[in-house]
């Protein structure tokens, strides 16, 4: 029966594999309180388009009012209320643009800041990584994946070859049909 072999503690590799596995947290939280840092940012801008388009409203209806006040007749409101359409629009026009060039930017802003997030996710990752294999007993991701190649392959080596594998005791129990039973 084989044993496995148990690595020693070594405190500063495991010091080093602690700092990267740190360093992931760090870049993970930092990139989660940039995007809640940014979320707030973005429903500060939104609430104050949306408090300027409330004033807008606001002295729109309180155009009108005026207007009906001051009229004394039909053509005095008609002219007047178009004033006050004329101001309404024009309101609404800079606030469109200004929400366009908001959002364009915002766009932008989010775009950098995704493109900053992965890059500092990966080299955090790498760095962990890295630590990880100085770790006694942890091997990198591609020595693993070759140490499992290596593995499935002699076992499917052994399942062709039952009798190179096995010994020759072992498939002397097979039948022609294949199975170790005799079926």
């Known amino acids: 029966m084989a044993t496995a072999s148990r690595p020693s503690f070594d405190a500063a590799s495991l010091g080093n594999a ?9 870049a993970n939280t930092s990139a989660a309180l940039r995007l809640l840092v940014g979320q707030q940012q973005w429903r500060e801008q939104l609430l104050k388009l949306e408090q300027r388009r409330i004033e807008r409203d606001r002295e ?5 009012l005026e207007s009906l006040r001051t009229a004394r007749d039909w053509t005095d ?4 209320t178009q004033s006050v359409w004329r101001d309404y629009l024009g309101a609404s026009t800079t606030l469109w ?9 915002g766009a932008s802003t989010w775009s950098d800041s995704a493109r900053d997030f992965t890059q500092q996710w990966q080299e955090a990752c790498a760095g962990a990584q890295a ?6 007993g942890a091997l990198p991701m591609r020595e693993w994946m070759n140490a499992f ?3 499935m392959s002699s076992a499917a080596n052994g399942a062709a070859h039952p009798g190179k594998a096995a010994g020759a005791g072992r ?3 097979a039948s022609a049909g ?3 039973h005799g079926h």
């Open 131 to 136: 630590g990880a294999s100085k770790v006694p």
């Open 171 to 173: 498939g002397q129990g």
């Open 149 to 151: 190649e290596r593995a």
């Open 60 to 64: 729109a209806v309180q155009g009108l």
């Open 18 to 26: 602690v700092g990267a596995s740190f360093d992931t947290y760090r």
């Open 97 to 105: 643009q200004e929400s366009v060039a908001a959002a364009m930017q």
């Open 77 to 80: 409101f008609a002219v007047a």
């Open 178 to 180: 294949g199975g170790q």
